[in-house]
């Protein structure tokens, strides 16, 4: 009888061991390829190449990501501006934390760019920066390009044109219609909703 005992304890062990990697090689994030849910999307991943403030290449390819929730909310976002003759292009999503700690060295400003130690929620997959386009895919008007960190860049900065303005408030009545809220101080960041609990995330890209 002992014999059949100690026969069957490597076949629990084994199984034990199996159930713990098991779930240790499971994903710890719920990240999804934006043009996966919005096939249509625009991207101009700015940080895949050297058209953006740092000037230096930040990612290994010009993809985009995003948790479920906000991209599943941008998907309505597209929709809603659509039916408005325009459509979204994305700047960025998902960021690596490294990449957050390259863009501090370079600019240590909390207005525009967030201090690593505490993460950006672009680090938390909850995070995008978008601008509007025409049907066409033609850009429109904007009070500011992409990454202007002036007052340009503000949302309440009127010293532009009113077309630009327009634009800005479109852009930003539909993300918060759809539980985006944008900041003061760049007219393109958007976060989504229950950000705050969400752990930051330092995932390459090429890992994705």
């Not at 408005?84 to 934390?97: A, H, I, M, S, T």
């Not at 600019?107 to 386009?133: E, F, I, K, M, Q």
């Not at 800005?168 to 809220?181: A, K, V």
């Not at 900041?183 to 909703?193: K, L, R, V």
Request: net charge negative.
């Amino acid at each position: 009888m002992k014999r059949n005992v100690f026969s069957v304890r490597p076949v629990f062990t084994l199984l034990l061991l199996l159930a713990v990697f098991g779930c240790q090689s499971r994903p710890t994030h719920d990240l999804v390829e934006l043009n996966r849910v919005i096939p249509d999307i625009v991207l101009d991943i700015r940080y895949a190449g050297t058209d953006n403030f740092v000037g230096e290449v930040l990612y290994p390819s010009a993809r985009c990501f995003l948790a479920k929730k906000p991209a599943k909310a941008l998907k309505k976002v597209q929709a809603d501006l659509k039916q408005q003759g325009y459509c979204l292009k994305v700047f960025d999503g998902y960021r690596p934390l490294s990449v957050q700690r390259r863009m501090w060295e370079i600019l240590p400003d909390d207005r525009y760019v967030a201090d690593p130690a505490t993460g950006s929620n672009h680090n938390r997959a909850y995070s995008v920066d978008v601008a509007l386009l025409d049907l066409e895919g033609n850009e429109v008007s904007m009070p500011s390009e992409f990454d202007d960190f002036s007052e340009r860049a503000h949302m309440d900065y009127m010293d532009c044109s009113a077309e630009a303005i327009h634009h800005r408030q479109i852009l930003r009545e539909t993300m918060e219609r759809h539980g985006f809220s944008g900041i003061d101080s760049e007219w393109w960041h958007f976060n989504y909703q229950g950000y705050k609990d969400k752990p930051v995330l330092d995932i390459s890209i090429d890992r994705l």
